[in-house]
């Protein structure tokens, strides 16, 4: 999955050695590198689709990375609807995909009416 | 009955963590007075110097100087004594100096005598064809994650617009070894001609038309291909981005990639001061608001509450951190910690370094002003990327008599997504005018409420 | 397509009506069908303030006695909209449903179903417990009984305004945005009023200036002690469907509903300061919070769901929370219909209508008499003091 990612760590000796952490996305267990953000690591991952829209439900992923914009919606942890640019990987944290306007109670996903 | 908590007094509250910000703090502190500087973010720099408390050496050397200067700053404010909240997202701040945020998902509220809002700018919306497709990203967010994360793009990336940041980008990608597919520029050369006007304050401010020009011929030399004057941008796609078509000298081009970079500029973030109903005007050189200021950045009617940096109008981290430091004396000033005079000297040398930066803007502006295609899209084009209204429905409004930002969200709820407005308020505030064939100034602004960031009715509640 | 742009050099007309929001829309709408020339003077746009940014409420459910026969025959105009304007606002009939919670919100609603019976109004229903948990699944188990009036809804307002607007317009109705009135004076048999626009004349003027209209009432010599305030209304993200029904609740403040589009939208009689020179209502999220705490009693899974959008709408309120209906006491050729207190908007078919009549006959076969300028005494400016609510009486949300 991560050979399709869109973005990759810059190669080249770094002072620190990056550390990482395990999360799990869409029920996937994924290694990324610790201290960055939901969505950095999501595309280092190979994660290209982060939700799809609440009209057309069509596929959108991060644009501004700087908490702007609101593409990169994600399910952490349960709670819908976070902006993982904002927000930092931790280990062990459980992301889900936002499909459409997303239900809160069961996580059953549904499209408009 | 939830009580949202009260907090804490002070003399002064900063928002943002930028060079602006932090200025205005340090500023402010060595006068003696009591701030707090709220920023959504786990460390300072905002988004200019993003990480740079924790950039690595190699790092400092693929961003250059311009971005390891930002450590200076960040290491005054870290001995200044400001307290500094962490990971905070404002969402309301109060004409009187209240302002209410959320912090680990607690929503707490503080007081300030005395408030400098330092929210800094945002990438121009470039409203293209496909612009919405995962894989297209601001270039400004593509070296938010070089900043933050190490990450650059891992085949080779197109990167399409106008102005600096995009040039820098591409030359910071030079160095580390990130291969670039095409740069497509949009800049004519009609651009060149009338920028030329400008030329002789610019070159007043040489050392930055030097570096500017240094990033335009590494670029060069880094083999790159450029296309000068590129028109009809459209990403390519069906639910993810593949490239970008556009043409040149009448020729239809079209250049593969699955990481498109888009860049026109940027702009104030300018959420806060209208949500604090300051007045604005409609810039039509930077073509964006800006808020009205006295000579410290004092909103107009707002005695208690300034701007420095970007939100005032983009000038640079440079001149940010001077608006800073003349907001912050003007704040020690009117807390009685300096006279008039001392404030007064302190600002010269001040005023005469802001004038010298803002120098070589007007070239700058004209020379990279963003085309009126990609500000002005045709029809089929999204503006509203949250619900997904595009530039014909908003044109089908006004035809139906809506004159103004404020009507469209009734008509099709166009700036009532999460974003609220802020990728879209310029493109359709320029689209009605457009309509309508009056200016923007009077078409106006969508009214920015609170909360500037969504809160949660758990979080409001005080159950969270 | 209607020109947007009304010709500035027609400045007579047979009436002219003061305010452009949904009662003002109506009233003009109305007249032209009675086939009168009506210039429609608009301070800032149509629907900028109480009318297009309320809760979008079609209530009949918990109105002051007073109201009552206005609102069930306006309710038959808002079914029949769409026929009427070639719009039908989105009205949809979900029903309205006010929740009791406790045994102390039984003998409320209880009572207050009888009160109605007694006066021969039988459109409240008392339901019990697992019937309101069959019209809202997801609604908490502490709920346990509550008032159902199936034939309510909502729809939205804005929209409401404009298609009132454009079907007036199709009419010959011309509009005038940013044209605010200043100024009335009775000359030659014809009123004049003042605008920064220049002056325009009609045989009648029709006061429907919502917040605004206390200072053009008192101008015609009917001083009425009208409050100008703040009501505050908040709206989340979309989410799936999960109630139908507009909801109140019998024993504290909610006016909750959600619409097609997912968003749920929370207010309830929250009242909130004015800037009345900046025409603008201070969202208090003190209050707020109060209402995200019944939100959330209700529907616990609602906690994570954010607000998006909260706005305060700008309203007139009457001390005794019924509006001003009728022709001026003191003025020839003045109608008035102002004061609706943050809940005008199902009213204003009817009201329109009502207007209409008086303009055109002189009468109207309503009955309006409590809604008289004449019942208040003569108050000082002093007096004016807040306005008492009235009990059980369930204000809808105003405004952005």
Known sequence: MATNSLFRPLQGPSSTPARSVKIEFDGRALQVQEGVSVAAALLSAGVSRFRTSVVSETPRAPYCMMGVCFECLVEIDGQASRQSCLVQVRDGMKIQTQRGPRALTDGTEAGNE | MSDIQTGDRYDLAVVGAGPAGMSAAITARA?????????????????????????????????GPDYASGARIADAFHISGTVHLTGASVWQVGRDGTINYLRGGKVSSLHATQVVLASGAMERPFPIPGWT???????????????????????????AGCGPLLYLLGWQ???????????????????????????????????????????????????????????????????AATGLRFTVGGKDMHVDSKVILLHQGVVPNTQFTWSLRAKHSWNDVQLCWTPDVDAWGRLEGLPNIYVAGDGLGIGGALAAAVQGQLAGLEVAAVAGKIDAGARDSAAAPLRAELAKQLRIRPFLDVLYRPKDANRVPADAVTVCRCEEVTAGDIRGYVALGCSGPNQTKSFGRCGMGPCQGRLCGLTVTEVIAQARGVSPSEVGYYRIRPPIKPVTLGELANEA | MVSQTPDLSKREADVIVIGGGLHGMSSAFHLARRGKRVIVLEADYCGRHASGVNAGGVRTLGRDLAEIPLSLASRDIWHELGEL????????????????????????????????????????????????????????????????????????????????????????????????????????????????????????VVNNAGAWAGEFAAQVGDPVPLEIGGLMLMITYRLPAFVKPVLGAAGRPLSFKQFANGT????????????????????????????????????????????????????????????????????????????????????GPIVGRIVSELVCDGTTAHPIAPFSAGRFRPVTATEAGAAVPVPFSIPTGVPR
């Open chain 2, 31 to 63: 006068r003696g007075l009591n701030v707090v500087l709220l920023d959504e973010q786990e460390a300072v720099g905002g988004q200019i110097y993003r990480n740079i408390t924790r950039a690595n050496p190699r790092a400092l050397d693929v961003l």
């Open chain 3, 264 to 347: 749920v939208l929370i207010g309830g009689g929250l009242r909130c300061p004015v800037d009345v020179i900046g025409r603008h209502g201070e969202v208090d999220f003190i209050r707020l919070a109060s209402s995200a705490q019944t939100v959330t009693d209700l529907f616990p899974h609602l906690r994570e769901l954010p607000v998006n959008r909260a706005w305060a709408g700008v309203e007139a309120f009457m001390p005794d929370n019924i509006p001003v209906i009728g022709p001026s006491l003191s003025s020839p050729n003045i109608v008035h219909a102002f004061g609706f207190s943050a809940h005008g908007f199902e009213l």
């Open chain 3, 85 to 204: 304007l070639g719009d039908d606002a989105d009205f949809t009939p979900s029903g309205q449903l006010l929740v009791a919670e406790n045994e102390k919100d039984i003998v409320t609603i209880n009572k207050r179903v009888a009160l109605l019976e007694s006066h021969g109004f039988t459109h409240e229903k008392i339901i019990d417990g697992k019937t309101a948990h069959e019209l809202v699944p997801t609604i908490s188990p502490h709920v346990c009984g509550g008032i159902w009036v199936k034939d309510d809804g909502h729809a939205l307002p804005y929209r409401a305004v404009t298609a009132f607007r454009l079907a007036a317009q199709r009419m010959g109705v011309a509009v005038h945005e940013t044209t605010p009135a200043q100024r009335l004076d009775w000359r030659d048999g014809r009123w004049h009023v003042t605008t920064p626009r220049g002056t325009f004349s009609a045989e009648h």
């Open chain 2, 173 to 239: 990608y030079l160095r580390a070894g990130v291969p670039i597919k095409a740069v497509i520029d949009t800049t004519d050369t009609t651009d060149y001609v009338r920028a030329a006007g400008h030329l002789i304050e610019a070159l007043a401010a040489w050392p930055m038309l030097k570096k500017g020009l240094k990033l335009m011929s590494a670029l060069k030399k880094g083999k790159v291909p450029f296309y000068r004057g590129a028109t009809n941008l459209a990403v390519q796609g069906t639910d």
């Open chain 2, 133 to 159: 497709l995962p894989g297209v990203l601001g270039a400004g967010a593509a070296q938010i994650l070089l900043k933050s994360a190490d990450l650059a793009p891992s085949e080779p990336v197109i990167l």
